[in-house]
């Protein structure tokens, strides 16, 4: 396959899945939401930073830099993300162009971010740009995961209730962060923390949760 490289991502060899993994739609009643997300939130924060880290490298999903540091604390730019699921997918490349005038053919990046474009996993900040060198913030992440995993509609059905019980809805794609959380991946954050940039630790736990309950 095609190299693709990266700051801190040599390749483009992943874990090959065979489609879009998909979770399945989750029943609840307002009466059991509460009960449910406790249920849920048990099985999947039994994932630890070590844990995520060794699967996503073992994965080829994200690997460490030159000096073998994977630095779980450092925050992760767009284009990281980018590579990321195009490692994990192992994605092909695809001829259809991009029109972000912010990302160059010479660029590092601009074969991931035209697949994972092209592939609907991914999409710019407006129509024109991606900012590439932008940190990508948890409620970004959180829309990302949702292309990933369809995790608003395992949760549609609970979606109201849950916008009720946010106080803060300044984001503007708060009922993917509320997926999150429904489904216990977003611990240890929370929702108040959707503008703030991820770091790559957080990364990896989140990937590491959702693949372990919901891959088939």
């Known amino acids: ?26 029943p609840a009643t307002t009466a059991t939401i509460e009960k449910e997300k406790q249920s849920v939130q048990s099985i999947a924060k039994d994932v630890s930073m070590a844990e995520a880290i060794s699967y996503v490298n073992k994965n080829s999903i994200m690997v460490g830099d030159t000096k073998g540091n994977f630095n779980p604390e450092a925050t992760l730019t767009r284009a990281q993300v980018a590579q990321i699921l195009t490692n994990k997918n192992k994605l092909e490349p695809t001829s259809d162009k991009i029109a972000f005038k912010d990302v160059n053919q010479g660029a590092w990046f601009y074969k991931a971010v035209k697949r994972t474009v092209n592939n609907e996993l991914f999409t710019g900040t407006s129509a024109n740009t991606f900012e590439p060198n932008k940190d990508i913030t948890l409620g970004e992440f959180a829309k990302v995961l949702d292309n990933q995993y369809n995790i608003v509609k395992a949760t549609s059905n609970i979606q109201p209730q849950l916008q009720s019980q946010v106080k803060n809805k300044a984001t503007w794609n708060s009922k993917e962060v509320m997926a999150l959380e429904k489904l216990g991946i977003l611990q240890p954050l929370k929702l108040t923390d959707a503008k703030k940039p991820v770091t790559r630790g957080q990364v990896a736990v989140m990937i590491t949760k959702l693949d372990r309950q919901y891959r088939k």
Do not use: F, H, M
């Open 1 to 26: 396959s095609t190299t693709v490289r990266e700051r801190d991502y040599d390749n483009d060899s992943g874990i090959q899945l065979n489609k879009i993994a998909t979770i399945p739609a989750i």
